[in-house]
């Protein structure tokens, strides 16, 4: 058996290593065509291939003058003269109809979520989040309902950690009391 050995294909940007050691990049091998837009744009060619005079800033070319009838609609057509609808309200937005604001409790329900009881502060949290998109819907009623719920899931979760609290209190009062007594 005759074999020849033979070097094996250098790509270029590269060199030979010694035996066993691991080729290394010197360079880069060239990319594209020198001179040549590497994204394939000729020089002078619009990038999007629109047509030259056509875009945002030039209007598009005249077709005459439209046809008898087709102009301006007649008297009595078109938006009425007052406009659609009841007319705004001075001053903007206001209040929500019915009276004051309606209080959403989210601060409140934020603190006593972090402070004090979290599965009631997150029930608190949920009805709080919904009265500013039920009043924004316009059901007042419904704003007025999860006001509610918020403030009483509010007091909930603080008297709970009160509670809680207190317990933990007579808990230690206890353990301390029957180690001085030497129970």
Do not use: E
């Not at 294909?9 to 990049?25: D, E, H, L, N, Q």
């Not at 744009?41 to 009838?69: A, K, L």
């Not at 209080?103 to 409140?108: D, F, G, I, K, V």
């Not at 918020?150 to 909930?156: E, F, H, P, R, S």
């Amino acid at each position: 058996m005759n074999a020849i050995a033979t070097a094996p294909a250098i790509r270029p940007g590269y060199r030979v290593s010694p035996k066993g050691a691991a080729a290394t990049v010197t360079t880069p091998p060239p990319y594209g065509t020198p001179g040549q837009d590497p994204y394939g744009q000729q020089p002078g060619q619009d990038p999007y291939g629109q047509q030259p005079g056509y875009g945002y800033g030039t209007p598009p070319p005249s077709y005459g003058t439209p046809p008898p009838g087709y102009g301006a609609p007649p008297p009595g057509y078109g938006q009425p003269a007052g406009g659609y609808g009841y007319p705004p309200a001075p001053g903007g937005f206001g209040p929500p109809p019915g009276g004051a604001p309606i209080p959403n409790y989210l601060w409140q329900s934020i603190v006593v979520t972090l402070l004090c009881c979290l599965p009631a502060g997150i029930v608190a949290i949920v009805f709080s989040s919904r009265v500013q998109s039920r009043q924004a819907m316009g059901d007042i009623q419904g704003a007025l309902d999860a006001s509610k719920k918020a403030k009483t899931w509010c007091i909930v979760s603080a008297a709970s950690a009160v509670a809680v609290w207190v317990l933990y209190l007579i808990f230690w009062i206890a353990i301390a009391g029957a180690a001085l007594n030497g129970d």
